[in-house]
């Protein structure tokens, strides 16, 4: 570890004061001159696409998991998925009951 003047710090009991010091240095800045205008931003529509999902983007969004990967909450790989794609996607597009 190094202090202001780039000279190594070898007291063990002065590096967590230089470590103190660095993060005061960081983190403790004046607030911006300009405040982003979040209020703005509600009002106006986003051009964003909620519909559903479609079939091919489903199929590809499988296809494209990363194998040899932890599995989910579900324990579910993604091997397990892309051994059937077709009937996967029968599966996450099938309505809930």
């Known amino acids: 570890m190094k202090d202001k003047d780039e000279k190594r710090i ?3 009991d002065k590096q967590p004061q230089r470590c ?3 993060f005061r240095e960081i983190l403790n800045k004046p ?12 009002g106006s529509k986003l051009d964003i696409d909620c519909s559903a999902p479609t079939k091919n ?3 590809k969004a499988i296809k494209s998991l990363k194998n040899n ?5 579900d324990n579910i790989t993604a091997e397990v998925l892309k051994t059937d794609i ?8 099938r309505p809930i009951q």
Do not use: N
Not at 31 to 42: G, K, N, S, T, V
Not at 69 to 73: E, N, Q, S
């Open 20 to 22: 103190a010091e660095h």
């Open 69 to 73: 990967r932890a599995p989910g909450i």
């Open 57 to 59: 983007e489903i199929l």
């Open 31 to 42: 607030d911006p001159a300009e405040q982003a205008c979040i209020a703005q931003l509600l």
């Open 10 to 12: 070898t007291i063990e």
């Open 86 to 93: 077709r009937f996967c996607h029968r599966l996450v597009t």
